[in-house]
């Protein structure tokens, strides 16, 4: 027994010894796998901590540049107030990025930037003239606006109606109605003309302003606008608009119960479109109207050749009528008959007889105060020559028309006149 106990514990003693060898030699693998695991991650913990300390920095930036931005907004927004703040002031640039995107071209801009504020900031270098504007009025504007800008059918007036915004039938224009002059030159530079919008250039845009100037009585004929004399033209409503307060002062009177009572018993029809020409759309109606028109203006004329003290038998009706017909190129700007009043030139009752340049209320250029300040009388020969030759006869006058070319209209047009008052 006891030599089988001495051969087994030899034998005990060496296995424990293998396994013991065993044991340490997987316990020395496992540390080391152990340690490069933890290895790893410390490089992605410090990897994570990098990061997060450059987005802290970015945030930190981006922070502090938008609280740049803000007191900067809020010091414009103070110099604003104390000045009572300025509509046409420029926002505040701002240095803030998005990271969107790319900065614009200059060129890019430029193309973008073309809106003409009231103080004439915007405006291009460039400068055109009266008589210029004319011709590229007559060129390019006439066929909707007139020779005269006095408006073709229903295209819209350019000149005269001043004083009229309190009427009943207001005629609102460039001169009487619009506040200013940037708003025209903008207008037209960008959208006219009809069909061609953006083919003017600076300088004829300059010069057919310049034109609708003079036809309104707002400019002479030698004037040059240009950027450097924009600003001394003077709008006639430049102060005919006001703060709209309605939402204070009629807003409430509007929401309340509707009225109901005190109502017409019957609705009647007094007048249709086509007899007030807003649509003539068959050569009808057009003849219709045009022979009214004519029937009118003959009884008025019939009348004040008899309160005149005429002879009618010295008259040749057929040459009046005649008349009437060449006037209506003249009727856009001048009126005659009973109530006739100053329009773009003056109402032309008794002309043939009366110092030049004298009718009330009216303001005539300076070549035609000299004439009335020198005593000149129209008659049949010197009306004859002006209608002619307009800036002909009297050098300067405001009256941008070329003149009649057939001699006999110009007989017919002074006989026409004449039975309005005329000697």
């Known amino acids: 027994m006891s030599k089988s106990l001495n051969l087994f514990l030899p034998a005990l ?53 938008a609280a740049a931005e803000r007191d900067t907004l809020q010091q414009a927004l103070a110099e604003a107030g104390s000045r009572g703040g300025d509509l046409t002031a420029p926002a505040p640039a701002s240095t803030a990025s998005y990271g ?81 002059l940037s708003t025209a030159w903008d207008y037209i530079h960008r959208s ?8 003017l250039t600076a300088d004829e845009t300059y010069a057919i302003v310049a034109y609708i100037l003079y036809s309104n009585y707002l400019v002479e004929d030698d004037f040059v606008l240009s950027h450097e004399t924009f600003a001394d033209v003077d709008m006639y409503n430049a102060d005919g608009f006001v703060i709209d307060d309605r939402p204070e002062l009629e807003y409430t009177q509007w929401r309340g119960e509707p009225c109901m009572t005190d109502c017409k018993s019957a609705v009647e029809i007094t007048m249709r479109s086509s007899v007030l020409g807003v649509t003539p759309d ?47 190129q003249c009727a ?23 110092t030049i340049g004298t009718i009330d209320g009216f303001r005539y250029s300076g070549t035609f105060q000299n004439a009335a300040s020198a005593g000149e009388v129209w008659n ?17 006058t405001r009256m941008a028309f070329r003149g009649v070319r057939d001699e006999a209209e110009i007989t017919a047009l002074i006989a026409y006149l004449e039975t309005f008052g005329g000697e």
């Open 192 to 199: 006219m003309p009809f069909g061609a919008a953006g083919t």
């Open 100 to 180: 969107l995107g790319r900065d614009a071209h200059p060129d890019e801009m430029a193309a973008w930037d073309v809106d003409v504020l009231p103080d004439g900031r915007g405006l291009p270098p460039g400068s055109g003239d009266v008589w210029t504007g004319e011709e590229l009025f007559v060129q390019q504007c006439a066929a909707c606006h007139g020779d005269f800008a006095e408006g073709v059918d229903n295209w819209p007036v350019l000149a005269g109606g001043m004083d009229t915004l309190a009427d009943e039938d207001p005629v609102k224009t460039v001169g009487s109605y619009w506040p200013y």
């Open 380 to 396: 049949a020969d010197n009306l004859g020559a002006f209608l002619a030759d307009p800036d002909g006869t009297m050098e300067g």
């Open 332 to 354: 856009s700007c001048h009126e005659v008959g009973p109530g006739a009043s100053n329009r773009v030139g003056p109402m032309l009752n008794g002309i043939i007889g009366s």
């Open 282 to 328: 068959t050569d009808t109606e057009a003849t219709l109207q045009d022979d009214a028109s004519a029937d009118t203006t003959m009884v008025s004329a019939s009348a004040s050749g008899d309160d005149a003290g005429l002879d009618g038998g010295n008259v040749d009706p057929e040459l009046v009528a005649a008349g009437e017909r060449a006037f209506r």
């Open 13 to 65: 003693g060496g296995a424990a010894l293998l396994l013991g060898a065993g044991y340490g030699i997987a316990s020395r693998d496992y540390g080391r796998s152990t340690i490069d695991t933890l290895a790893v991650r410390v490089e992605q913990t410090e990897a994570s901590v990098a990061a997060a300390v450059a987005q802290a920095q970015a945030a930190e930036a981006t922070a502090i540049a």
